[in-house]
């Protein structure tokens, strides 16, 4: 999950080929681009709610440029050729950024020095490309082993295998921003860092960033999204007090999520629409038929805005347990209660009310509920 959504990509930085630039130091920005004389460069604001052009700057014959303007305050600014060839820097005014890129690809083939902001970016950088490596390496395992005569036993195996691989992978990279966070507490580009720690396994982490970013940075637009963020994130953090959900159900009569408080409940955010969600739901219906007579059931909550659409999704498949909407689709109080902008989207919520896990899928579902209900039984615990 994403706290701070920052419209923009990102690239590793790069050692890069001769026609290295002398630093101004009268300048907020200047360097070199590679192959870039005569071209024209651009730079965008991004701190509000939409990106603004402050600027183009002409880059001369030598290849070399300079940018003498103002910017209103400290953050992220892109600067850039085209819509898909740029890159993001942290300016503010007491820094003279210099930076040496490569006109075909400048998010690929870039450097920026006499910055500690856009260094400490770099690292970011580094650790975010890292992990899209991994990704595309285990895919590309994957995809080999699918073009292979292969049973679907096989194939599963090595699917759960690889996503482990991915996974713990990324814990390792989650430390080595952790450890940067708290080596540069107030550092702007912590923002983008911030991105790379889920929120289920760090809050204190991001909670502790976003106090100590508010009280640097008390006016910026970037600043305050990510607090807001964070602040959302502990209401349905794991520990926390399921928020109350009151909607309409199929027969038209207002039923609350605290209603079935004294049952494991697992909250299940859906729409008729949603094909994984339908995929998803004959796993959810061998959960339920298993583990009702236990105390376990589903509080079902649409995105749908079509009430027939809903209520023929439900009978198909055979949903059995409560079902709720206000019919608002993406509009739905629900989506600002619970922090998310996908589904399926789901909280296992324990007999008190309290969150114990989120959008577990599978036989990872299954066995949470098994060993929760278990561990009322110690004889019976599953795996502990």
Request: charged share 25%; hydrophobic share 40%; proline share 3%.
């Amino acid at each position: 999950m994403k706290i701070l959504k920052v419209l923009f990509l990102i690239a590793l930085p790069a050692l890069l080929a001769a026609c290295s630039g002398e630093v101004n130091n009268s300048a907020l920005i200047s360097g070199t681009i590679q192959n870039g004389g005569g071209k024209t460069l651009y730079l965008d604001d991004l701190n509000g709610a939409q990106s603004v052009r402050i600027g183009t700057i002409k880059i001369n014959n030598d290849e070399s440029f300079t940018y003498n303007g103002k910017i209103k305050e400290k953050g992220f600014y892109k600067l850039g050729l085209s819509p898909s060839n740029y890159i993001v820097l942290v300016l503010d005014s007491t820094e003279h950024v210099n930076i040496e890129a490569i006109a075909d690809s400048l998010i690929l083939n870039y450097k920026v020095t006499n910055s500690t902001e856009n260094e400490l970016m770099g690292k970011y950088y580094a650790l975010e490309m890292g992990m899209g490596a991994k990704f595309d390496s285990l895919s590309l395992i994957f995809k080999n082993f699918k073009a292979k005569d292969s049973t679907l036993k096989d194939i599963d195996s090595l699917a759960r295998g690889l996503d482990k691989s991915y996974l713990e992978f990324g814990k390792k990279n989650a430390l080595a921003v952790k450890a940067l966070i708290e080596k540069n507490p107030t550092a702007y580009a912590n923002l983008y860092g911030a991105n790379m720690l889920n929120p289920d396994e760090h809050l204190p982490t991001l909670d502790k960033l976003a106090k100590d970013l508010k009280k640097t940075y008390t006016k910026s637009f970037q600043v305050d999204n990510f607090v807001a963020g964070i602040e959302s994130a502990k209401k349905t953090a794991i520990g926390s007090l399921a928020p109350e959900i009151t909607m309409m159900n199929t027969t038209g009569e207002r039923v609350s999520l605290s209603s079935l408080r004294g049952k494991l409940v697992l909250i299940d955010f859906w729409a008729s629409w949603c094909l994984p969600c339908r995929k998803e739901n004959p796993n959810v219906v061998k959960l339920y038929n298993r583990f009702k007579d236990q105390g376990f059931t589903v509080f079902s909550v649409s995105l749908d805005t079509d009430k027939d659409a809903w209520l023929g999704a439900i009978k198909k498949d055979g949903l059995t347990w409560t079902h709720v909407s206000d019919l608002a689709g993406w509009k739905s109080v629900a989506t600002g209660l619970y922090n998310f902008n996908s589904i399926p989207t789901t909280y296992l919520v324990d007999r008190q009310g309290k969150i114990l896990n989120r959008n577990l899928r599978g036989a990872d579902l299954d066995k949470a509920v098994e060993n929760y209900l278990a561990a009322e039984k110690p004889d019976t615990l599953i795996n502990k």
